[in-house]
């Protein structure tokens, strides 16, 4: 089945940086890829995704990129706010009849 | 439009009780999944209903059963409680044919003593 990998597991960063977050998947046939975002307490939030025919989206400060051959996408936050701070994860998946499979997340501090 | 709603939102068992959990989908979706979400970890996936049949199942032992009802709307249920099963349960739900995009409840956070 397929397996995800999220790195890293906590990054800190400076308000107004950039923050990187990659994952790798192992499952060639996965064709979805989603991020979502969870605040303390909260529920996992949808905030990107890309399907596999894209290679690239952007949504304002955030962006997702993916390749397929190396079977790895990242995510991609400019200009980050406090209100960034939350744990993210990400999550890859086949088709709508299988179940999305999460990577561990990463808890993303922004230091003011 | 209504979005994914859970109840109850808290709840605190002894080991050996059972224990249900309900999910409304959003308004318009068709399938709901079932994730357990241990402290600090991802979500893992329980299992996924769909026309009131189990479509996908994780590895979840047979204490975690489910239904779900013609209005789309799904329960959890856990048989023979054990601390171990202390998490927050998350439904999802999203529409069949249509994507694989996947919107989360609020959870239920479970606690067995």
């Known amino acids: ?112 | 439009d209504a979005g994914v709603t859970q109840s109850p939102t808290h709840l605190i068992k002894t080991r050996g009780q059972q224990v249900t959990l309900r999910c409304s989908p959003k308004s318009g979706h068709d399938t709901v999944s079932w994730y357990q979400q241990a402290l600090g970890q991802g979500p893992q996936f329980i299992f996924q209903y769909y026309e009131e049949e189990e479509r996908q199942r994780g590895n979840f032992p047979d204490r975690f059963s489910g239904h779900q009802f013609p209005n789309y709307s799904s329960e959890l249920n856990v048989n023979a409680l054990l601390l171990g099963d202390s998490a927050l349960y998350l439904c999802a739900s999203s529409l069949a044919g249509a994507g694989e995009t996947q919107y989360f409840g609020p959870g239920t956070r479970l606690l067995v003593l």
């Open chain 1, 1 to 112: 089945g397929e397996n995800v990998e999220q790195h890293p597991s906590t990054l800190s960063v400076q308000e107004g940086d950039s923050a990187v977050i990659k994952c790798t998947y192992s499952d060639s046939a996965s064709n979805y890829f989603p991020w979502y975002k969870q605040e303390l307490g909260k529920r996992p939030q949808l905030i990107i995704d890309i399907r596999s025919n894209v290679g690239e989206k952007k949504d304002q400060r955030i962006a997702v990129t993916l390749n397929k051959t190396a079977k790895h996408f990242s995510l991609h936050i400019t200009e980050t706010q406090p209100e960034d701070s939350a744990v993210y994860f990400c999550a890859a998946i086949q088709s709508g009849n299988t179940p999305l499979v999460f990577g561990k997340g990463t808890r993303l501090s922004v230091i003011a």
